[in-house]
């Protein structure tokens, strides 16, 4: 996509460029190359990926290249393309995403897809509205893909420490439809839930990432994503532990606490948990058979 030599004399289609573009991001070391390029032109272009290859041999004008070559050298010094476009897909839901929030990512879907099945299969019956608290809700995604999948008898509190974050939160459900259903507040953990509230319900995506994790993290995740929202302590478990400590005192008699958690904390994670006095302790397993979703229930 060089101006200079040969490269002068091509004609830029859609295809090629996608083609060039997905080659040079495999060169780069970057994930998902070909779908990193097609989100990037789609954004240029103003169109949706489908769109690209039903126009695949349409000649791109100048100003458009020149945009999505720009796009293209951030996306390759590391900028994640989520932010980069300004947006990321949760539970075929499309979130903004900006530099306060967290990439949303394929494993925290597995505790939305829990939870929903647990709601389903063993409270459908139930008169009683659930009450869900959504700790360090980030974009806004798990409490609005639950929202969007439940029915209107559930009550859903969403919290986070950041009000940039909060405000991407609101604008997400706003733009599903969501706004009414999910009451947004800015909270350090439990600080402004209310020491009264009671929940069948809670759960979080929390810090989890040890500080020497931390520090080898690839850059597009380093150097980018917020850090309060990855790392938390030496042993990657600070916020976990207050977490699991004090969500017994906002739980009902037999609620939930469900959790992501990193890669090697599987023990450590149920050992506090049986310790704080939670029961029933699960754990759901991502793609590569590793505990991702940790969940204890408190005593009937």
Same mark, same amino acid.
């Given at each position: 996509?060089? #101006?200079?030599?040969? #490269?002068?004399?091509?004609?830029?289609? !859609?295809?090629?460029?996608?083609?060039?573009?997905?080659?040079?991001?495999?060169?780069?070391?970057?994930?998902?190359?070909?779908?990193?390029?097609?989100?990037?032109?789609?954004?240029?272009?103003? $169109?949706?990926?489908?769109?690209?290859?039903?126009?695949?041999?349409?000649?791109?004008? #100048?100003?458009? /290249?020149?945009?999505?070559?720009?796009?293209?050298?951030?996306? *390759?010094?590391?900028?994640?393309?989520?932010?980069?476009?300004?947006?990321? @897909?949760?539970?075929?839901?499309?979130? @903004?995403?900006? *530099?306060?929030?967290?990439?949303?990512?394929?494993?925290?879907?597995?505790?939305?897809?829990?939870?929903? /099945?647990?709601?389903?299969?063993?409270?459908?019956?139930?008169?009683?509205?659930?009450?869900?608290?959504? !700790?360090?809700? %980030?974009?806004? $995604?798990?409490?609005?893909?639950?929202?969007?999948?439940?029915?209107?008898?559930? @009550?859903?509190?969403?919290?986070?420490?950041?009000?940039?974050?909060?405000?991407?939160?609101?604008?997400?459900?706003?733009?599903?439809?969501? &706004?009414?259903?999910?009451?947004?507040?800015? *909270?350090?953990?439990?600080?402004?839930?209310?020491?009264?509230?009671?929940?069948?319900?809670?759960?979080?995506?929390?810090?989890?990432?040890?500080?020497?994790?931390?520090? +080898?993290?690839?850059?597009?995740?380093?150097?980018?994503?917020?850090?309060?929202?990855?790392?938390?302590?030496?042993? %990657?478990?600070?916020?976990?532990?207050?977490?699991?400590?004090?969500? +017994?005192?906002?739980?009902?008699?037999? %609620?939930?606490?469900?959790?992501?958690?990193?890669?090697?904390?599987?023990?450590?994670?149920?050992?506090?948990?049986?310790? +704080?006095?939670?029961?029933?302790?699960?754990?759901?397993?991502? &793609?590569?058979?590793?505990?991702? !979703?940790? !969940?204890?229930?408190?005593?009937?």
């Amino acid at each position: 996509m060089t #101006q200079s030599g040969q #490269q002068q004399d091509v004609q830029w289609t !859609i295809g090629k460029l996608l083609n060039w573009t997905s080659e040079y991001f495999k060169g780069k070391g970057l994930e998902d190359a070909l779908l990193s390029a097609q989100l990037l032109l789609a954004k240029v272009l103003g $169109c949706s990926k489908v769109e690209l290859y039903l126009r695949f041999d349409q000649l791109v004008e #100048q100003t458009k /290249r020149d945009e999505f070559r720009q796009l293209v050298k951030r996306a *390759s010094e590391g900028e994640p393309v989520a932010y980069l476009i300004g947006h990321k @897909e949760f539970f075929s839901l499309d979130f @903004e995403v900006n *530099s306060s929030v967290l990439i949303p990512r394929p494993e925290t879907e597995l505790l939305v897809q829990w939870l929903i /099945r647990k709601i389903r299969s063993e409270y459908a019956d139930r008169e009683q509205a659930i009450r869900i608290l959504d !700790i360090g809700t %980030g974009s806004g $995604c798990i409490a609005i893909a639950l929202a969007k999948n439940l029915s209107k008898a559930t @009550e859903i509190i969403a919290v986070d420490k950041s009000q940039a974050a909060l405000e991407t939160a609101k604008k997400n459900a706003a733009k599903h439809a969501m &706004a009414d259903r999910i009451s947004f507040r800015e *909270s350090d953990l439990f600080s402004g839930v209310g020491e009264e509230a009671r929940f069948d319900f809670i759960v979080s995506n929390p810090p989890y990432v040890t500080e020497e994790d931390y520090g +080898n993290l690839p850059k597009h995740i380093k150097e980018y994503e917020p850090r309060d929202a990855l790392v938390a302590g030496e042993d %990657g478990l600070a916020v976990i532990r207050e977490i699991v400590s004090r969500g +017994n005192n906002f739980l009902r008699s037999g %609620g939930y606490l469900a959790m992501e958690i990193g890669y090697n904390q599987r023990e450590a994670v149920a050992e506090l948990l049986a310790d +704080n006095g939670y029961e029933e302790i699960i754990f759901e397993l991502d &793609a590569a058979n590793i505990a991702r !979703i940790a !969940i204890g229930r408190t005593k009937e």
